[in-house]
């Protein structure tokens, strides 16, 4: 099982970034699909969730409106589109998959995202 995040970086504040994960060794399809991040000295969060056909999406209220998930189940692939983005948005992303009853997941070594001017 992998799940490769990629598309991190530096960006000034109010620019956007796309990041992606790339899964492979699980049945994708089926797997509920989120966005975590991690600032230094704080709990992971979870940003964002999409359910396993798409349907269905969540997001913590900061980022309604600027963030967006999506998935691509034909590529194996999750986005996070990130738009108008801040200081506090500085953090190391990781892509997790869930199974339907959460009793299997995994994780991504995860992607750094500076926002700094």
């Known amino acids: 099982v992998q799940l490769v995040e990629s598309g991190g970086g530096l960006v000034q504040p109010g620019g956007s970034l796309r990041l992606s994960c790339a899964a492979s060794g699980f049945a994708f399809s089926t797997y509920i699909m989120s966005w975590y991040r991690q600032a230094p000295g704080k709990v992971r969060e979870l940003v964002a969730r999409i359910t396993s056909a798409g349907g269905s999406t969540i997001y913590i209220e900061s980022m309604k409106g600027r963030f967006t998930i999506s998935r691509d189940n034909a590529k194996n692939t999750v986005y996070l589109q990130m738009n108008s983005l801040k200081r506090e948005d500085t953090a190391v992303y990781y892509c997790?998959?869930?199974?339907?009853?959460?009793?299997?997941?995994?994780w991504g070594q995860g992607t750094q995202v500076t926002v700094s001017s």
């Open positions: 997790n998959a869930a199974n339907q009853v959460y009793t299997r997941q995994y």
